[in-house]
């Protein structure tokens, strides 16, 4: 700025041949200029960085500092300034997903306590009213208790950070059948008949993780049963890009304004207030689950009919990348 | 008598693993020393080993993986780790057989019997026998000099389990959880219709009473 200005004076002073003690007089005012406008840079920019180291030193929530200080006047600083905004806001909006998810996580947790309060409490009532109580009994109380460690264990491993599954080809059939095997006393008390299609294909899936899933859905259908005659079908269908399992009940199904939002956190709906059975998540985690996996999954239901739930499990990679939900 | 040896550090589970082996019939035993585990499982002379991966202090894969190297004695790893990372590790370092807690006691026997039945020299293709009949799974027949019983599916599944457990009792539990597991999704009814054709089948050919009903426990091939 300064040189600017000197280089200017000393073009119109060579243009004016003014007298020579004039034009030393404007030389030595503009040398004085040049020497204040740098010393005045230097105390400017000295100010902004004292002010800010000193804030820094004395504030534990560092990331508040833009606050404390005013935006400092010159260019290479105002560059710094909205860099360092920059930063902190991208850092805040990140830590306050983890905020948000480990509340999420709470209140998860305090659902999850008072849902698995209710077969450890029917347990110990059960033990109290003594002899005549069948094992059986006891069993599915004992099986109730199991599931719900089983959804904690994967509502943790569905968070989106969380990678720990293995893909590999796993037989659909060996899938079922151990899924049928784990709920086969259930199923037998409830009186619903368990169908399974030939069932040839092989998929690339967490085998745990798959078994997890279909557990849920059965369960869901053991809720949800049909008065009489209920029975519970497996089969799939396939083409070129993908293989479907079906799992078909013919229980009291979905009301049509419900069927939108099955999949959501702490869904409950008419069923779950009518039926008072449900914590929601359990097609929550499925879906989120899914979702990790790279498989997709949908839900048809009609109400007082059926309902079949279909996973999508993509042939090739690209299939799934298009049209997510 | 099959020898089986617990590795396990829940003392609670221990007890009633043993319980649960021995009244199926098995001799079982539980590992005290867990500082010199590999000695006491060569040492051991068991047929079969059930092994906690989660023991603290010992690593359940590393240990496997040495025993392996030394003897061929079969290994089901029995955890509440569920993760299939897990099971794929446990696998490639030599497990026969993988298998999570809580686990419905009766597919733990039906595991163990079936890798025991895989590694038994003595036991392999021999066609089964029953008082002189043959027992011919694959053609569902059992068949005689002089007479022939055609069994359905069901039918010889609960008459080979029966036989196998010959003289001991089979709850109806172990027979359910045998059809499904061979994708026979019976319910109680069936079952019990399953029982009394196979009783009369058996009675026709000559065999009234070949199966003895034990009330509240199971069914017995006499």
């Known amino acids: 700025m300064a040189a600017c200005w000197l280089i200017l004076m000393s073009g119109l002073l060579m243009l004016f041949q003014v007298n020579r003690s004039l034009r030393m007089i404007l030389a030595i005012s503009f040398c004085t200029m040049l020497v204040i406008g740098f010393l005045w840079d230097i105390i400017r920019k000295k100010r902004f960085y004292d002010e800010m180291e000193y804030n820094l030193s004395h504030i534990d929530q560092k990331y508040l500092v833009q606050e404390m200080i005013s935006a400092p006047p010159f260019y290479e600083g105002t560059l710094f300034w909205q860099a360092m905004y920059e930063c902190n806001k991208s850092m805040c909006e990140a830590v306050n997903d983890y905020k948000v998810s480990v509340e999420d996580f709470k209140n998860y947790v305090e659902m999850w306590v008072h849902e698995v309060k209710l077969p450890i409490s029917s347990l110990e009532l059960m033990l109290h009213n003594g002899e005549g109580i069948s094992s059986a009994k006891y069993r599915e109380q004992l099986r109730r208790l199991d599931q719900y460690t089983d959804q904690v264990l994967y509502y943790v491993r569905s968070g989106h950070t969380e990678n720990d599954f293995l893909l590999q080809k796993i037989d659909l059939q060996k899938v079922i059948i151990k899924t049928a095997l784990k709920y086969r006393e259930d199923l037998l008390l409830h009186q619903i008949d368990f169908k399974m299609e030939h069932i040839g294909q092989t998929v690339m899936t967490d085998g745990k993780w798959l078994e997890f899933i279909l557990g849920q859905i059965v369960w869901n259908s053991i809720k949800y049963q049909s008065e009489t005659d209920s029975y519970i079908c497996f089969f799939t269908e396939e083409d070129e890009q993908k293989v479907i399992l079906n799992i078909y009940d013919n229980g009291i199904g979905i009301p049509e304004s419900d069927q939108k939002h099955v999949f959501k956190k702490s869904f409950t709906g008419e069923n779950g207030r009518k039926y008072a059975k449900s914590t929601g998540m359990g097609l929550y985690i499925v879906k989120k689950l899914c979702d990790n996996l790279g498989h997709r999954v949908e839900i048809q239901s009609e109400q007082g009919k059926y309902t079949n739930v279909r996973i999508l499990f993509a042939k090739n990679d690209h299939f799934f990348r298009e049209g997510t939900s | ?222």
């Not at chain 2, 001799?27 to 010199?36: I, K, P």
């Not at chain 2, 894969?61 to 299939?84: F, N």
């Not at chain 2, 039906?110 to 025991?116: K, M, N, Q």
Request: aromatic content about 4%; overall charge negative; hydrophobic content about 40%.
């Open chain 2, 1 to 222: 008598m099959k020898k089986i040896l617990i590795v396990e550090d829940d003392r609670a589970i221990c007890e009633e693993l043993k319980i649960l082996l021995e009244t199926a019939g098995y001799t079982a035993d539980v590992l005290e020393d867990f500082e010199h585990s590999e000695a006491e499982i060569l040492d051991s002379k068991a047929d079969l080993v059930l092994l906690d991966i989660n023991i603290p202090g010992l690593n359940g894969e590393m240990l496997l993986q040495r025993i392996r190297k030394k003897v061929e004695i079969p290994v089901i790893m029995v955890t509440s780790r569920t993760s299939e990372v897990d099971e794929v590790l446990s696998m490639s370092y030599g497990a026969d057989d993988y298998i999570t807690k809580p686990y419905n006691p009766t597919i733990l026997l039906l595991r163990i019997a079936v890798v025991l039945k895989r590694t038994d020299q003595t036991l392999r293709e021999e066609e089964e026998q029953y008082c002189g009949l043959c027992v011919n799974s694959a053609r569902g027949v059992l068949s005689g000099e002089n007479t022939e019983i055609v069994l359905t599916k069901n039918e010889m599944i609960i008459f080979q389990t029966l036989l196998h457990k010959r003289g001991q009792i089979v709850s109806r539990d172990e027979l359910m959880t045998n059809l499904w597991d061979n994708h026979e999704f019976i319910n109680d009814n069936a079952l019990t219709v399953n029982i009394s054709r196979l009783r009369g089948k058996l009675a026709k050919a000559g065999f009234p009473d070949a199966i003895e009903t034990k009330k509240k426990q199971g069914y017995l091939l006499l």
